[in-house]
Nanobody, 128 residues
């Protein structure tokens, strides 16, 4: 089993930055390769893929709206994945979820159902 705990969300003004963290426990990244993803869900909307990173560090950002503003990274020694979010705007307001998909390949799934483990989410609110 893998447990994921997100942190770093909060209230920020337009143009501000936040760094989300996702700490994994139960299995270590080094012994249990996983692709990690960040999703978000705004009120009344479906959960959407934001960014993903493979066990070896291949990254993808599925949404043109976040490319160039968001950066996903991982520290396998710390079992932690990060999402650096810059130039935030109100459209980024959502609950952000960390997800894990056990695999050692570089394919990064963008569908929520492809991920077997989820955190509880952290709220990000961008005020104008």
């Amino acid at each position: 089993q893998v447990q994921l705990v997100e942190s770093g969300g909060g209230l920020v003004q337009v143009g501000g930055s936040l760094r989300l963290s996702c700490a994994a426990s139960g299995r270590t990244f080094s012994s249990y390769p996983m692709t990690m993803g960040w999703f978000r869900q705004a009120p009344g909307k479906e959960r959407e893929f934001v960014a993903g990173i493979s066990w070896s560090g291949v990254v993808t950002y599925d949404r043109p709206s976040v490319k160039g503003r968001f950066t996903i990274s991982r520290d396998n020694a710390k079992n932690t994945v990060y999402l650096q979010m810059n130039s935030l705007n109100p459209a980024d307001t959502a609950v952000y979820y960390c997800a894990a998909r056990p695999t050692s390949d570089n394919y990064i799934a963008t569908i929520a159902n492809d991920y077997g483990y989820w955190g509880q989410g952290t709220q990000v609110t961008v005020s104008s």
